[in-house]
């Protein structure tokens, strides 16, 4: 038998005899006369919260004072949008750009403003998951590099620009 397996076993025995003992409890009367009986619970204060941070924290949430990593995922969430508005828009005015001789400059500021906004994202994404204290929120970076190929392969590619980028990744 698996060690989990074996968790899971002495877990499910132990809340066995948990239930059992709140049980008997309730049968004898025990939580009858407990103070704030029919009363709903006081969530208001954190039971694992420090004493001394109690107050500061109070004036904090009474001024919706947000943490600095919840103040990113709001830039995150933004600049994410804001890339993918630029793509969008680009989306919807190049039909009517092809064939215009302005077309493949048009195509590099839409692709060079993507990519600004894709960079400008993945930093704030970094800088998020430096200062969260919770590992398990951590987004994961856009990946830039997929992004603009598929960008390249769906309205064409420049070809100073793939070169530029060659260099660039075999230089790293």
């Known amino acids: 038998m698996a060690a989990s397996e074996d968790l899971a076993e002495t877990v499910d025995w132990m809340a066995g005899i948990a239930e059992r003992r709140i049980q008997d409890a309730i049968d004898e009367g025990l ?10 619970l006081d969530l208001t204060e954190n039971p694992f919260e420090p004493p001394g941070m109690r107050a500061v924290n109070r004036l904090l949430r009474q001024n919706k004072v947000l943490p600095p990593w919840l103040l990113l995922e709001k830039e995150i969430e933004a600049s994410r949008a804001s890339a993918l508005g630029t793509l969008a828009r680009w989306e919807a005015a190049e039909p009517g750009l092809v064939g215009s ?50 960008f390249d392969e769906r309205f064409g590619a420049d070809e100073k620009i793939a070169e530029s980028e060659i260099r660039t990744e075999k230089s790293l």
Do not use: M, W
């Open 101 to 150: 001789p302005d077309y493949t400059a048009l195509r590099c500021a839409a692709r060079e403003a993507y990519h600004k906004h894709l960079k400008q994202t993945n930093d704030l994404i970094l800088k998020y998951n430096y200062s969260n204290p919770f590992a398990f929120r951590a987004p994961v970076p856009l990946l830039t590099r997929r992004r603009l190929q598929e």
């Open 31 to 40: 939580f009858d006369n407990l103070p704030g009986r029919g009363k709903p």
